[in-house]
Every structure is written in C-alpha cells, then in structure tokens.
C-alpha cells in the first residue's frame, strides 16, 4: 500500500481550530499559537511539527485532560525543540 500526503495548508488548520475553539480566549489561543508554530515550521523536523501542532489542539481540551509527559515521548530529530507543551 502507498501511503497517501495529505494536502493541506496552514489556512486550513487555522479554519479547523476555530471551529474547534468554544471561547474567543480559546480562539485567540490556538491561533496565535498556530501563528508561533508556522513561523518556527522552516526550523523544525517533520515529527516536530506534528507534534507541535497537535499540542495546540490540547489546548482545547477540558481542563481535567492533560496532555502527555514529555519523558514518555520518544526523541525527535532535533535534540530541543522548545514546544509547546
């Protein structure tokens, strides 16, 4: 099977977490952080990335969620990425 690439650009996530958003202060969050990561985007591995973007989505969880422990995650191509979780 070969693997699909998904088409997207940063409009489109910016569109998905707005929606996602149920206060302006979420909103305001998520899209100034979406802001933060695409401009660090050149300097950051593909896995990076990814796992930037999805901390921005944990953001939008309820506050008895947490996001994952750092030491439980493995290692990225880039030894500090200083994410944002």
């Keep these: 099977m070969t693997p699909t690439t998904l088409d997207w650009n940063w409009?489109?996530?910016?569109?998905?977490f707005e929606d996602l958003a149920r206060?302006?202060?979420?909103?305001s969050a998520v899209l100034h952080l979406l802001q933060v990561t695409r401009e660090m985007s050149p300097?950051?591995?593909?896995?990076?990335?990814?796992?930037?973007?999805?901390?921005?989505?944990?953001?939008?969880?309820?506050?008895?969620?947490?996001p994952p422990n750092a030491e439980h995650l493995r290692p990225s191509t880039i030894a500090a990425s200083g994410g944002t979780c």
């Design 43 to 66: 300097y950051l591995s593909k896995l990076d990335l990814l796992r930037e973007i999805i901390c921005i989505g944990l953001v939008l969880l309820p506050e008895n969620d947490r």
């Design 11 to 16: 409009d489109y996530l910016e569109t998905v």
């Design 23 to 27: 206060t302006p202060a979420e909103k």
